[in-house]
């Protein structure tokens, strides 16, 4: 599954409408540690295999959603269902720590 773009136009079809929990990635292209965490980000969205969708957000790029999700730093990934925010996990992150909250997202529904 490829990582979705999102930005302040399409985050309502893709993240608040989507039917599976949503991983939202804010970073920045300027950020350090964002770039470092880019490949685990997409070999979580590869592994997905449809039960999650892998969005990621640039904050020069979306704004709004930035204020909306009060972003303090980035690299931050946001967990929701049924489009609610259901946890944060802000900075650096392994893909066994991203893969444990899913699995607890999910756990959840």
Do not use: H
Request: glycine share 6%; proline share 6%; net charge negative.
């Amino acid at each position: 599954m490829p990582v979705i773009e999102v930005n302040d136009c399409n985050f309502m079809k893709e993240v608040r409408n989507s039917d599976v929990p949503v991983l939202l990635d804010f970073s920045a292209t300027w950020c350090g540690p964002c770039q470092m965490l880019a490949p685990t980000i997409q070999q979580v969205a590869d592994e997905s295999g449809g039960r999650y969708k892998v969005c990621t957000a640039d904050v020069d790029q979306a704004p709004g959603l930035v204020q909306q999700f009060r972003i303090m730093s980035v690299p931050t990934l946001v967990l929701l269902r049924d489009g609610q925010e259901a946890d944060r996990l802000v900075g650096g992150q392994s893909k066994e720590q991203i893969l444990a909250a899913l699995e607890a997202l999910e756990e959840r529904s």
